[in-house]
């Protein structure tokens, strides 16, 4: 039994001292999230370890009982024996050899109880040990992926403004005035295209003609004068 128990707490204990210690880089998500299912894998193994400890004491503590309870009453008849002839006591002593095995039994129980709840309590220590450890883990993996999600935000805001900061400094040396001015040069040139453009289509006119259209023209400023009868 003692072979055992030493093979529980090297195998359970050693183990989770092992994970506990180990070291991790605290600022790396990724690494975190591996010691985290290291840790979870750890308790459940711890867990089962521990159920199986405590179902031992219970075991051996229900066993001691009834090495008591069958103590008692085989004492309790031997009593009764004691009182009577040669034979009754010869099988009193009998019963009392019955009596000397079981109460080796039950010292062993005793011995073994003693170590098994030994051993349940530093299981039981160890996997409380693990299950805070994993809740600090989860707690600081959750913190490094809020802070990573808010680094990540504060970039792309920071790119963003970055961008609208070098639209605005280009802009910057560009004049409204400046801007005016070119388009109304631009317009007097276009003006200037318009109308050079519209005197190829105009037919020029010759001296005589130009002669008849002035009096047409100037005849039709003049009032006409009446005629009397």
Same mark, same amino acid.
Do not use: C, W
């Given at each position: 039994?003692?072979g055992i128990?030493q !093979?529980?707490?090297?195998l359970?204990? +050693?183990?989770?001292?092992?994970?506990l210690d180990?070291?991790? #880089?605290?600022?790396?998500? $990724?690494?975190?999230?591996?010691?985290?299912?290291?840790?979870? #894998?750890g308790?459940?193994?711890l867990?089962?370890?521990?159920?199986?400890?405590?179902?031992?004491?219970?075991?051996?503590k229900?066993?001691?009982?009834d090495?008591?309870?069958?103590?008692d009453?085989?004492t309790?008849?031997?009593?009764k024996?004691?009182?009577?002839?040669?034979?009754?006591?010869a *099988?009193?002593?009998? !019963? %009392?050899?019955t009596?000397v095995? &079981?109460?080796?039994q *039950?010292?062993?129980?005793k =011995? $073994? *109880?003693?170590?098994?709840e030994? %051993?349940?309590a530093k299981i039981?220590?160890? &996997?409380e040990?693990l299950?805070?450890?994993?809740?600090?883990?989860? =707690?600081?993996?959750?913190? *490094?992926?809020?802070? #990573?999600?808010?680094t990540k935000? !504060?970039?792309q805001?920071?790119?963003?403004l970055?961008a609208?900061?070098? &639209?605005?400094e280009g +802009?910057?040396?560009?004049?409204?005035d400046?801007?005016?001015s070119?388009?109304?040069?631009r317009n #007097?040139?276009?003006?200037?295209k318009f109308?050079?453009?519209?005197?190829?289509? =105009?037919?020029?006119e010759d001296?005589?003609t =130009?002669s008849?259209?002035?009096?047409?023209?100037?005849s039709?400023?003049t009032?006409? !004068?009446?005629?009397?009868?």
């Open positions: 039994m003692a128990l !093979k529980i707490r090297t359970t204990l +050693g183990a989770t001292n092992d994970l180990k070291a991790i #880089d605290m600022n790396s998500p $990724t690494a975190l999230r591996q010691y985290v299912r290291d840790l979870e #894998d308790l459940n193994k867990e089962t370890e521990a159920a199986a400890q405590a179902g031992a004491v219970r075991t051996s229900r066993e001691s009982e090495l008591q309870h069958q103590i009453a085989i309790e008849s031997i009593k024996l004691l009182a009577g002839d040669e034979k009754a006591q *099988l009193a002593r009998v !019963k %009392a050899g009596v095995a &079981l109460k080796q *039950l010292e062993q129980k =011995t $073994t *109880l003693v170590n098994q030994d %051993a349940s039981d220590a160890g &996997l040990r299950r805070a450890k994993h809740q600090a883990m989860v =707690t600081r993996v959750r913190t *490094l992926e809020s802070m #990573d999600r808010e935000g !504060k970039e805001a920071a790119s963003a970055n609208a900061g070098n &639209l605005l +802009g910057a040396d560009i004049s409204i400046d801007i005016q070119k388009m109304r040069a #007097d040139v276009a003006s200037e109308d050079r453009a519209m005197g190829k289509v =105009t037919p020029a001296p005589e =130009t008849q259209v002035d009096s047409f023209l100037a039709l400023k009032p006409a !004068k009446s005629t009397s009868a």
